[in-house]
């Protein structure tokens, strides 16, 4: 079985940055996840190590997260789908790297190094954000509109059974 | 003034960087590690239900959200007035214990470690984890991630959900131990204690025996005199869950000794005019500026501080290595107790006898025959008011405080994180590298990873802060000249495009 996850990153009580985390919820609410017993929706506020570890025993990773560009050329709610050598290049997302321990590529290539099975597909959806330095539960406008949508992406890509 | 940035620092959870303002001469005047500051935590809890607390602080960071979920908890024990039986206490500190062993191994081998294992001059790029691995060897690497695994899932076991747990509760623990977990819990504390054994056994082997490496930590380019902060128990020693806050003097005689509600007693906060960073210090001896020695009220909260404030370790292998660590810098013991070492890179060392540490009371605890007690939820019965509560956390004293209504509304709330504590070190330790770097505006080549290299052993924890990170930028120097022009610019990776 191929096994996929699906995982939304970020925290949801700083106002932008949980987009990923409430792209999952939208998934896990509208997708009939019965019919889809190879299919895990979670999410975390994690990067780096923490993330590499969650994702090993999967084959295939949908990775939801906030993308925060230089503020004066973003673009609030925009959403790129990206590869995972574009995480190795200068554009990483928001908690694919975490510098408290380690990037997210740093650890997956540290993991195959060390012989562990890493996953053979990366899915990346990153939507650019507004404000991720205050709490709040709710996303800025752009950002809300863009949850919907991005779930959406995402339940097409996979062919996803509705509830 | 001339401004130096060196923005952002590579390797550190949330955004930062650092700023180095020089002086008319071209000369270091001041330094300090810049964070964007989350906003507005305080009005986000208010008005919400106090109980809530140890599920929502444990979302303001993603490294450490055990030891928020621990001083919330501890707050709520205060707040509704209810001590928690001997059971519950050992089973959080039990709980406490590996979190505290996932997260200083993901210091020592993916963040500060690298800096001895590959050697300070190394190429940044592989000073992480797969430097590690390529240079000491795939078992090592596969250690780490063995040790990580086992004590996630005592915390998801114990806490009751994988990274941000939900188990604490006023007065007691939401689930108690089932024989499985317990059976599990022994034979993974064991493994805990042979990979610290391990741990320290490579410190020994890498950076002990060698020379270089030695001399780097005992330079006085890393060294101040500061006065030392940590919890300890009735005999003095280092604990991470509960006891009183220690504080001693540069010579190692005690300053105070206090219970964490009596902080704003003992702690003030000083604001500069050029960083937005508060920095605390002990009002006892007051505010002399960034300066060392027993006339000045900076005050240091790290694993270091911790040992330097403790008489002793509570556990048998890691006082040996206690005693090993002061005896080997040269310390000096008086009235029974040992002088504090004031090498700042020692602190990677320090860590990993807290690793031991960490491990060993977790096996104790685990043997405690009073740790699968099913009796961890107490009843509650009083009106709440107002309630403090705090845990070392990895990164320093962490304290929360709470007041309510008499509905347990949340009224008022205030953190001081464990980075926090160690502002104004931090900034000292920044200062002290950059000086013997940056000569009459001429700078010399090494600064970025003498600069690293200072401010890392304090493990700042920015996230507490800020999520903030666009990515792992290149770690760079802006040199500004005093009418802000941008003049010379260092970096260590391409520039972003």
């Given at each position: 079985m191929n096994k996929t996850l699906i995982i939304g990153l970020g925290n949801p009580i700083l106002t932008d940055d949980g987009v990923g985390v409430k792209v999952a919820r939208e998934i896990e609410k509208l997708v009939n996840l019965e019919v889809h017993p190879d299919m895990t929706v979670t999410e975390a506020s994690a990067g780096g190590l923490r993330l590499m570890e969650a994702v090993l025993d999967y084959q295939r990773v949908v990775l939801i997260d906030a993308y925060y560009l230089n503020p004066e050329s973003t673009i609030p709610g925009k959403i790129h789908r990206l590869e995972l050598e574009d995480l190795r290049s200068v554009s990483p997302t928001q908690h694919s790297t975490s510098a408290h321990d380690t990037s997210l590529v740093t650890a997956l290539d540290a993991a195959q190094i060390m012989g562990f099975q890493i996953p053979e597909e990366y899915i990346i959806y990153a939507v650019e954000v507004e404000n991720i330095l205050e709490f709040s539960e709710t996303p800025t406008p752009a950002v809300a509109a863009a949850i919907p949508q991005v779930a959406d992406l995402i339940i097409k890509e996979l062919s996803l059974s509705l509830r | 003034m001339e401004r130096i940035t060196i923005d952002p620092i590579t390797r550190l959870e949330g955004h930062g960087k650092i700023e180095i303002f020089l002086n008319e001469e071209g000369n270091v005047k001041n330094a300090y590690l810049q964070i964007p500051e989350l906003r507005g935590f305080e009005q986000f809890s208010i008005?919400?239900?106090?109980?809530e607390m140890p599920r929502i602080t444990n979302r303001i960071c993603g490294v450490c959200p055990e030891a928020h979920h621990m001083a919330a908890t501890k707050a709520l024990d205060a707040l509704f007035g209810v001590e928690p039986s001997s059971a519950v206490k050992k089973l959080r500190e039990l709980f406490y214990s590996s979190f505290y062993v996932t997260d200083h191994t993901v210091h020592f081998y993916a963040l500060g470690g690298p800096d001895f294992v590959l050697g300070p001059d190394s190429d940044p790029a592989e000073r992480n984890i797969l430097g590690v691995i390529r240079k000491v060897g795939v078992d090592i690497g596969i250690q780490v991630i063995e040790c990580r695994k086992r004590n996630h899932e005592v915390i998801k076991m114990l806490g009751g959900r994988g990274v941000h747990p939900v188990a604490g509760l006023p007065g007691g623990w939401s689930k108690s131990m089932t024989k499985e977990e317990h059976e599990l819990i022994l034979e993974y504390a064991k493994q805990n204690i042979d990979f610290a054994l391990f741990s320290l056994k490579i410190f020994d082997d890498i950076v002990l025996a060698n020379q270089a490496y030695v001399d780097l930590i005992v330079s006085d380019a890393f060294t101040h005199q500061t006065y030392y902060m940590g919890t300890v128990d009735e005999k003095n020693q280092i604990n991470f869950y509960d006891g009183l806050i220690r504080v001693v003097g540069p010579d190692g005689a005690e300053l105070v000794k206090y219970p964490a509600k009596d902080y704003a007693k003992h702690i003030a906060e000083r604001v500069e005019p050029w960083s937005y960073l508060k920095f605390p210090y002990l009002k006892a001896v007051g505010w002399k500026g960034f300066v060392d020695g027993a006339d000045s009220g900076v005050y240091c909260a790290t694993p270091l501080s911790r040992l330097n404030a403790a008489d002793g370790m509570a556990t048998p292998k890691a006082q040996e290595h206690y005693e090993r660590f002061y005896e080997t810098l040269g310390s000096k013991k008086t009235n029974g107790r040992y002088a504090p070492v004031h090498h700042r890179l020692a602190t990677h060392w320090a860590r990993l006898i807290e690793l031991l540490y960490a491990a060993e009371r977790m096996q104790e605890l685990a043997q405690d025959p009073e740790i699968t007690d099913p009796d961890v939820r107490p009843v509650i019965t009083s009106i709440p008011t107002e309630g403090i509560g705090s845990v070392e956390a990895p990164r320093g004293t962490l304290t929360h405080h709470y007041k309510t209504d008499e509905n347990g509304i949340l009224t008022d709330v205030n953190l001081i994180v464990g980075t926090t504590n160690n502002n104004a070190p931090i900034a000292m330790s920044i200062k002290k590298a950059a000086e013997g770097l940056i000569k009459n505006g001429e700078v010399s080549e090494g600064l970025l990873n003498q600069v690293e290299m200072a401010f890392r052993n304090y493990d700042p924890c920015m996230s507490c802060a800020?999520?903030?990170?666009?990515?792992?930028?290149p770690l760079e120097i802006q040199i500004r000249d005093k009418d802000g022009k941008l003049v010379n610019r260092l970096s260590q990776y391409v520039d972003q495009p």
């Amino acid at each position: 079985m191929n096994k996929t996850l699906i995982i939304g990153l970020g925290n949801p009580i700083l106002t932008d940055d949980g987009v990923g985390v409430k792209v999952a919820r939208e998934i896990e609410k509208l997708v009939n996840l019965e019919v889809h017993p190879d299919m895990t929706v979670t999410e975390a506020s994690a990067g780096g190590l923490r993330l590499m570890e969650a994702v090993l025993d999967y084959q295939r990773v949908v990775l939801i997260d906030a993308y925060y560009l230089n503020p004066e050329s973003t673009i609030p709610g925009k959403i790129h789908r990206l590869e995972l050598e574009d995480l190795r290049s200068v554009s990483p997302t928001q908690h694919s790297t975490s510098a408290h321990d380690t990037s997210l590529v740093t650890a997956l290539d540290a993991a195959q190094i060390m012989g562990f099975q890493i996953p053979e597909e990366y899915i990346i959806y990153a939507v650019e954000v507004e404000n991720i330095l205050e709490f709040s539960e709710t996303p800025t406008p752009a950002v809300a509109a863009a949850i919907p949508q991005v779930a959406d992406l995402i339940i097409k890509e996979l062919s996803l059974s509705l509830r | 003034m001339e401004r130096i940035t060196i923005d952002p620092i590579t390797r550190l959870e949330g955004h930062g960087k650092i700023e180095i303002f020089l002086n008319e001469e071209g000369n270091v005047k001041n330094a300090y590690l810049q964070i964007p500051e989350l906003r507005g935590f305080e009005q986000f809890s208010i008005g919400r239900p106090a109980e809530e607390m140890p599920r929502i602080t444990n979302r303001i960071c993603g490294v450490c959200p055990e030891a928020h979920h621990m001083a919330a908890t501890k707050a709520l024990d205060a707040l509704f007035g209810v001590e928690p039986s001997s059971a519950v206490k050992k089973l959080r500190e039990l709980f406490y214990s590996s979190f505290y062993v996932t997260d200083h191994t993901v210091h020592f081998y993916a963040l500060g470690g690298p800096d001895f294992v590959l050697g300070p001059d190394s190429d940044p790029a592989e000073r992480n984890i797969l430097g590690v691995i390529r240079k000491v060897g795939v078992d090592i690497g596969i250690q780490v991630i063995e040790c990580r695994k086992r004590n996630h899932e005592v915390i998801k076991m114990l806490g009751g959900r994988g990274v941000h747990p939900v188990a604490g509760l006023p007065g007691g623990w939401s689930k108690s131990m089932t024989k499985e977990e317990h059976e599990l819990i022994l034979e993974y504390a064991k493994q805990n204690i042979d990979f610290a054994l391990f741990s320290l056994k490579i410190f020994d082997d890498i950076v002990l025996a060698n020379q270089a490496y030695v001399d780097l930590i005992v330079s006085d380019a890393f060294t101040h005199q500061t006065y030392y902060m940590g919890t300890v128990d009735e005999k003095n020693q280092i604990n991470f869950y509960d006891g009183l806050i220690r504080v001693v003097g540069p010579d190692g005689a005690e300053l105070v000794k206090y219970p964490a509600k009596d902080y704003a007693k003992h702690i003030a906060e000083r604001v500069e005019p050029w960083s937005y960073l508060k920095f605390p210090y002990l009002k006892a001896v007051g505010w002399k500026g960034f300066v060392d020695g027993a006339d000045s009220g900076v005050y240091c909260a790290t694993p270091l501080s911790r040992l330097n404030a403790a008489d002793g370790m509570a556990t048998p292998k890691a006082q040996e290595h206690y005693e090993r660590f002061y005896e080997t810098l040269g310390s000096k013991k008086t009235n029974g107790r040992y002088a504090p070492v004031h090498h700042r890179l020692a602190t990677h060392w320090a860590r990993l006898i807290e690793l031991l540490y960490a491990a060993e009371r977790m096996q104790e605890l685990a043997q405690d025959p009073e740790i699968t007690d099913p009796d961890v939820r107490p009843v509650i019965t009083s009106i709440p008011t107002e309630g403090i509560g705090s845990v070392e956390a990895p990164r320093g004293t962490l304290t929360h405080h709470y007041k309510t209504d008499e509905n347990g509304i949340l009224t008022d709330v205030n953190l001081i994180v464990g980075t926090t504590n160690n502002n104004a070190p931090i900034a000292m330790s920044i200062k002290k590298a950059a000086e013997g770097l940056i000569k009459n505006g001429e700078v010399s080549e090494g600064l970025l990873n003498q600069v690293e290299m200072a401010f890392r052993n304090y493990d700042p924890c920015m996230s507490c802060a800020t999520h903030s990170l666009p990515g792992q930028m290149p770690l760079e120097i802006q040199i500004r000249d005093k009418d802000g022009k941008l003049v010379n610019r260092l970096s260590q990776y391409v520039d972003q495009p």
